[in-house]
């Protein structure tokens, strides 16, 4: 069984690591600082998902803010990681829905996204034959079913 609440941490974890691995060469300080204060963006949000699903509540926090677009951007046309990451904050609020089929939806969602980070991040040069064959499931956090 999963737990998907943990997994959405695990996800939060693998954006600040990739956001730290951008910051170690960044170009210039204009762009050192963008990175950082995307991280404690990243962090900020992680800390109270269900507050921050709710889009209104992150845009009232300065959470929200299209400046840090570029802290995702390794080079100026690859902005995938942001989309990830605003693909799951989009769906966030619905890994808690009351309907299967929503809750289902965004359960996929988020461990797609958390593959997709744990390939961006990956430092092996096999990474393009082995990461098509993973499932998302194998890095999802597990609960222990044992104990209820």
């Known amino acids: ?10 996800f939060f974890d693998e954006v600040v690591l990739f ?6 060469r960044a170009s210039s300080e204009f762009e050192y600082n ?7 963006q990243v962090r900020a949000v992680a800390a109270n998902p269900k507050k921050y699903a709710d889009y209104d509540a992150r ?21 995938s990681v942001y989309l990830i990451y605003n693909k799951v904050l989009c ?11 929503e809750r289902g939806e965004a359960q996929k969602v988020l461990l797609n ?8 991040n990956a430092g092996n040069i096999l990474k393009d034959f082995y990461f098509p064959f993973v499932s998302p499931e194998k890095y999802a956090v597990k609960k222990d079913s044992r104990t209820r």
């Open 19 to 24: 956001l730290d691995k951008r910051k170690s």
């Open 34 to 40: 963008r990175i950082v204060n995307a991280m404690a």
């Open 59 to 79: 845009v009232k926090d300065g959470l929200a803010r299209m400046d840090l677009v570029g802290a995702f951007m390794p080079t100026p046309h690859d902005n």
């Open 91 to 101: 769906n966030m609020a619905k890994l808690h829905s009351q309907f299967d089929w």
């Open 113 to 120: 996204a958390l593959k997709q980070m744990k390939y961006k």
């Open 1 to 10: 069984m999963i737990d998907y609440n943990a997994t959405l941490q695990k």
